[in-house]
């Protein structure tokens, strides 16, 4: 269950203190620009922020998460929320001016309009330049929000128009409570918050199965590199991924939990074993970071992140598996 207000909201109190001052104050800016990793928040705080604004009985810190407007932004039928996501893989300009032409007229149930972009760096080419027109005219009854995870993607000129709120991981004590109301018990929990790298989203999304699944696959990768004469254990296990799942999901499965570990021997190497996100198994990780040096575990994650590329070419799973073992 979503949060219903910012009281309920997980993560990034600070941006939470600062919206609320500048919405308090008379000082909240036409445009918000809210860039962070996926799964930190980021749309739940828009949608949350739309409440804040047009709450019937707001606190002076939060909306009351129970009144008509409310209710309707929680279901999504807020005449004065507009979300604009792609059409298809891109937003485009028809969209951007369909925005341009409604955010003139003054809300018609509520006290301010609110358009949620999301996520801003699919607009294309023309569908940016159309926005920053907008930008440059938005009036006082509206308030635009870009959500991304790719700042750097957006034009300077529009970054350079709007309020940055810069979203950070949400530590993994707070997501562990999460996952447990959920019903997850707690050391599956405390594991899969940690393996999280900060995302709420992440976490809610993942089954445990299929983490201990990819975590495994990961570890025998990791010991089978390790070992000069054990290349074709690292030759089936790429081929298992063809028949197991989806190539690219078993793909980035395994590359994510490879990323992960080689991290936690980092840790392991500098005597921070406690800060590891796999602890629960730090036994195999010792034996691990015994088999690997500092420099072998620098090269494989440059790999790794190479392979993470690549896999936008869907070049074979194999292929990229491979190249980790000469890598090393």
Not at 45 to 72: R, V
Not at 97 to 113: H, N, T, V, W
Not at 195 to 200: K, P
């Amino acid at each position: 269950m979503k949060p219903s207000n910012f009281a309920a909201f997980a993560g990034n109190r600070n941006l939470v203190d600062q919206f609320v001052r500048c919405a308090r104050s008379g000082r909240l800016p036409q445009a918000l620009l809210f860039a962070g990793p996926e799964g930190v928040g980021k749309k739940t705080f828009g949608l949350l922020a739309a409440k804040y604004l047009n709450c019937l009985a707001p606190s002076e810190n939060d909306s009351c998460g129970h009144c008509i407007a409310c209710l309707k932004i929680e279901k999504g039928d807020y005449p004065e929320l507009r979300i604009l996501e792609p059409e298809g893989s891109q937003i485009k300009i028809d969209q951007i001016r369909e925005l341009s032409s409604d955010i003139q007229y003054r809300p018609f149930e509520g006290q301010r309009k609110v358009y949620i972009i999301d996520p801003a760096e699919k607009m294309t080419e023309e569908a940016s330049n159309a926005f920053l027109k907008t930008l440059e005219e938005c009036p006082d009854h509206a308030v635009i929000v870009l959500i991304t995870s790719q700042p750097g993607s957006l034009l300077a000129t529009i970054r350079s128009r709007c309020q940055l709120y810069r979203f950070a991981p949400t530590p993994a004590d707070q997501i562990e409570p999460l996952l447990v109301s959920r019903g997850i018990g707690r050391a599956e929990a405390s594991t899969l918050a940690r393996l999280s790298g900060g995302s709420i989203g992440r976490a809610l999304e993942r089954d445990w199965e299929q983490i201990e699944t990819a975590r495994n696959d990961a570890l025998l990768m990791l010991e089978a590199i390790s070992r000069a004469n054990n290349f074709y254990q690292v030759r089936a296990l790429a081929g298992k991924m063809k028949t197991d799942e989806p190539m690219r999901q078993s793909l980035e499965q395994l590359l994510d939990s490879l990323l992960i570990l080689l991290r936690d021997l980092l840790m392991v190497k500098e005597g921070a074993a406690d800060q590891a996100a796999n602890r629960d198994i730090s036994g195999r990780l010792e034996k691990l970071a015994a088999a690997f040096s500092f420099d072998q575990i620098s090269r494989l994650e440059a790999q790794i992140r190479n392979s993470l590329r690549e896999m936008q070419r869907n070049v074979n799973p194999q292929i990229l598996v491979e190249a980790l073992y000469f890598e090393r």
